[in-house]
């Protein structure tokens, strides 16, 4: 469980260690240059993760029976685009920010790309007794570096079925606090068999069903022990919310089904850098002369939508099924689903 806890909050804890490492100098050139940047960077982690923790909300479009409970233990792994890899800086958009070569703009790594090379800034600051001041910064990397390209999720899954032809279903990761990190989701669908209420329902080779969910995933990891800028209550959090809308045909025979589905997604991320920061500047000898306490520096708040197309195929024996999917979206994704079925 640890291990999925880590591969679960992986894009998150890479942002959070770049703000420690790196939060010094980007609040120095000013919140609004520190917000610019952290949105650009950790936007497509956020993006792949939402897409991520959207599949395997169903199996088959098959009418269930009353009463009957399904529990599933569904593992995904959403693919990283070459494109969501990097962003362009354009310093013209920054106040603070230079390119150490003169360049005015230049791709650079978000949370789940990699600088190699590695980029070097410029920040200028205003100390209060020697004026204008500059100072170099390495921009952070992203999982990237260690040769990740994708990201997995895990979860657990219950349906049950209060009448024939609907589906109630509640998806569970719980929350583990590992190495100053915390990440859990949770998620309610409702899926219903509208092949059900034909007349001939009974000998339509194919049922259509349409479902409705909702997921919620929040993080966070506090890195005030770690920081390398004085303060207290140091941490990220982020937070993803999302509503999911699906058509889904399917076979409907006894041992192997196919279905395929079209719908749309549509989430809310929001990241905050929460704590105060006290940033400061030294004079002669490394003695500090000033210090600006900063408290909650910024919120990034990011809208992830887009449509989402499944196929996949299922087996079952007796109550033991086993599925399989396939996800096209803006991050496509595989997933696999064991299902025990009461």
């Known amino acids: 469980m640890k291990n999925l806890l880590s591969i679960l909050s992986i894009t998150i804890l890479t942002f959070s260690v770049a703000a420690q490492e790196n939060i010094d100098d980007?609040?120095?050139?000013?919140?609004?240059?520190?917000?610019?940047?952290?949105?650009?960077?950790?936007?497509?982690?956020?993006?792949?993760?939402?897409?991520?923790?959207?599949?395997?909300?169903?199996?088959?479009?098959?009418?269930?029976?009353?009463?009957?409970?399904?529990?599933?233990?569904?593992?995904?792994?959403?693919?990283?685009n070459d494109e969501d890899k990097q962003f362009v800086l354009n310093t013209n958009d920054y106040e603070n920010v230079r390119f150490q070569d003169g360049s005015t703009s230049k791709p650079v790594a978000t949370a789940l790309g990699n600088n190699d090379p590695a980029v070097f800034v410029e920040i200028t600051y205003d100390d209060p007794i020697f004026g204008e001041q500059t100072t170099e910064l390495e921009l952070p990397t992203g999982i990237g570096a260690a040769n990740i390209n994708l990201i997995p999720t895990v979860f657990l899954q219950g349906s049950f079925s209060p009448l024939k032809g609907t589906q109630v279903k509640v998806r569970y990761f719980p929350k583990i606090d590992r190495e100053d990190a915390k990440v859990g989701l949770y998620g309610f669908g409702l899926q219903q068999d509208f092949t059900f209420f034909?007349?001939?329902?009974?000998?339509?080779?194919?049922?259509?069903?349409?479902?409705?969910?909702?997921?919620?995933?929040?993080?966070?990891?506090?890195?005030?022990?770690?920081?390398?800028?004085?303060?207290?209550?140091?941490?990220?959090?982020?937070?993803?919310?999302?509503?999911?809308?699906?058509?889904?045909?399917?076979?409907?025979?006894?041992?192997?089904?196919?279905?395929?589905?079209?719908?749309?997604?549509?989430?809310?991320?929001?990241?905050?850098?929460?704590?105060?920061?006290?940033?400061?500047?030294?004079?002669?000898?490394?003695?500090?002369?000033?210090?600006?306490?900063?408290?909650?520096?910024?919120?990034?708040?990011?809208?992830?939508?887009?449509?989402?197309?499944?196929?996949?195929?299922?087996?079952?024996?007796?109550?033991?099924?086993?599925?399989?999917?396939?996800?096209?979206?803006?991050?496509?994704?595989?997933s696999l689903g064991i299902n025990f079925t009461f």
């Open 198 to 334: 034909l007349p001939a329902e009974s000998v339509l080779p194919i049922s259509i069903s349409g479902l409705i969910a909702f997921t919620h995933l929040d993080g966070s990891y506090d890195f005030t022990a770690q920081g390398v800028v004085d303060g207290d209550n140091q941490q990220i959090k982020t937070e993803t919310n999302t509503m999911l809308y699906q058509v889904i045909v399917g076979t409907k025979l006894k041992v192997i089904n196919f279905y395929g589905s079209v719908g749309y997604l549509n989430g809310k991320n929001t990241t905050d850098l929460l704590g105060t920061y006290r940033v400061s500047g030294e004079g002669l000898g490394g003695v500090t002369i000033y210090s600006d306490e900063i408290v909650n520096p910024f919120s990034i708040e990011s809208e992830t939508k887009g449509i989402i197309t499944t196929v996949g195929a299922n087996v079952t024996l007796g109550f033991f099924g086993l599925n399989a999917n396939y996800t096209i979206a803006d991050f496509n994704s595989t």
């Open 26 to 80: 980007l609040l120095a050139a000013g919140v609004a240059d520190a917000k610019r940047f952290s949105s650009d960077y950790i936007k497509p982690a956020n993006d792949g993760l939402a897409y991520g923790i959207n599949t395997g909300w169903f199996n088959n479009a098959k009418t269930p029976k009353r009463f009957g409970f399904e529990l599933s233990i569904i593992g995904n792994v959403t693919f990283i």
